[in-house]
Every structure is written in C-alpha cells, then in structure tokens.
C-alpha cells in the first residue's frame, strides 16, 4: 500500500506543470528588413538577465515560424551568437500574412524556455 502511494505522489508530480526556470529571462525581437517582407529575414534576439540587466551568452537558439492559419508549413532557423546575448537566424518567411515566431532556448546554466511574438509580414517588393 506504501508502494502506491509513493508511485501516485511521483506520478501527480510529474505530470503538474513545470515552473519557468527562467522567468527572470527578458527577450527581446527584431525582424530585418522591418517591417517584415515575405522572403529571406534576420530574426534578432538580445537575451537579457531582468535581474542584473546583464546579457546572457551561451545560449542555444532555435526560432520557429508558424502561419497564423492552418495548413501552412513551418519554417526553422538555428541562431548564432552574433555579440554578447544577441542571437542571429537567418529565415525564410513563405508568404505574407500574419506569423508566429517561437523561440526554444538553452540557456549556459542549462534553465530552458520558449518565448513567442507575432509578426505581420508584407509581400515582397
């Protein structure tokens, strides 16, 4: 009887939702060319402590983009470290119309999270 008990308390524990280990995390977007067209884009992201207000380096960055209607298929970017806490990722916006940007980072200190922000992309020129 101890036996399940233990075994539920483990169970319901690992089903509750994860804290934000890094909530103390601030980021913060950029699109190049701006405002957004439709075609190949720079997301810029500064990742900044909102405790120290000191950059975050280290970290591993991947972008996702995802049209804000059904069907359509995401595009992904990998970012590189361009300065201390700003990330770099080349991505390819398909089409125009209203996107959503996920970013899933690992921070040095290995706390994980993900961020999302919505971009209006025009038509290529």
Do not use: I, N
């Given at each position: 009887m101890k036996r399940a008990g233990l075994l539920l308390a483990c169970l319901a524990a690992g089903c509750s939702p994860a804290a934000d280990?890094?909530?103390?995390?601030?980021?913060?977007?950029?699109?190049?060319?701006?405002?957004?067209?439709?075609?190949?884009?720079?997301?810029?992201?500064?990742?900044?402590?909102?405790?120290?207000?000191?950059?975050?380096?280290?970290?591993?960055v991947r972008i996702e983009g995802d049209m804000s209607h059904p069907g359509m298929k995401p595009v992904f970017g990998t970012a590189r470290e361009a300065a201390p806490g700003r990330y770099e990722a080349p991505l390819t916006f398909t089409m125009a119309g209203d996107w959503v940007l996920v970013a899933n980072a690992r921070l040095r200190d290995g706390r994980t999270f993900q961020r999302q922000a919505s971009f209006r992309v025009r038509p290529s020129a």
């Open positions: 280990s890094a909530a103390t995390v601030a980021l913060d977007w950029t699109v190049t060319p701006s405002p957004p067209a439709a075609g190949p884009v720079t997301v810029s992201l500064t990742l900044t402590d909102t405790q120290s207000g000191r950059p975050l380096s280290g970290a591993e």
